[in-house]
């Protein structure tokens, strides 16, 4: 079973996608990840971002590998753990800004297909395009949403836990920046698969709407078996 989460940042697809991959005993692939690793090597590696050619030779030489469980997944470039630098703002930033380049997305959603079509079990993958590019004929799609206010505390929240000193005004302007970004770009914009569920996290918690994705995923096993 290929189970495909899309949605902007900061909705829940990332802790929901480690919920359900657990629950289902499902590979878990982080799309994310994979834009933040490309992302790293490209600022380590001191390339422009106008300098698309050398960007995509770094995507497609990269090998980026997600493993372990969901809950501590380690993402590894080119043999190394890059799990916690990441993780940081700057790394958020400039994975948003590689990911709008159609070289290195075509490159990623190549990577993503691989990946999955090999599980063994099946997959369940976020992002912000998979049941719309990247695994068109998943056997169930979510889009998950939420207000950028809602969105913003979570993120403020979160980012508080780990010891980041933001300003939840500052995070609220970041989420809004990263969606004009994620639904204006060319190649593969943020949009929603006509098939998906979509669910508002607005005004729920995450057992809330981890029981809606588990009962429809239910329901799809019941309806292929």
């Known amino acids: 079973m290929i189970i495909a989460i899309d949605g902007p940042s900061g909705a829940g697809k990332s802790t929901l996608g480690k919920m359900l991959a657990t629950k289902l005993n499902l590979l878990y692939l982080d799309t994310g990840a994979m834009y933040r690793a490309v992302a790293l090597a490209v600022t380590e590696a001191a390339v422009p971002y106008r300098d698309i050619d050398r960007i995509a030779d770094i995507a497609e030489d990269s090998r980026i590998e997600l493993v372990g ?24 930033q400039a994975a948003s800004i590689v990911s709008t380049i159609s070289e290195v997305r075509r490159i990623m ?18 992002g912000r395009d998979i049941g719309s590019v990247a695994f068109p004929h998943a056997d169930i799609k979510f889009f998950l949403t939420a207000t950028p206010e809602a969105r913003a505390r979570r993120r403020h929240t979160e980012d508080q836990s780990k010891g980041r000193i933001a300003t939840y005004d500052q ?18 914009p943020l949009t929603i698969s006509p098939d998906a ?17 588990l009962a429809a995923v239910r329901g799809k096993q019941d309806a292929m078996a």
């Open 171 to 188: 995070t609220l302007a970041e989420i809004n920046e990263r969606d004009e970004r994620d639904v204006s770009r060319e190649d593969s």
């Open 69 to 92: 469980e969901p809950d501590a997944m380690k993402v590894l470039l080119n043999g190394r753990d890059i799990s916690v630098e990441i993780r940081t703002l700057a790394a958020a």
């Open 197 to 213: 569920i979509v669910i508002d996290t607005s005004e729920l918690d995450l057992t809330e709407v981890f029981e809606q994705m």
């Open 109 to 126: 959603v190549e990577h993503q297909r691989v990946i999955g079509e090999s599980a063994p079990n099946g997959c369940v993958l976020e």
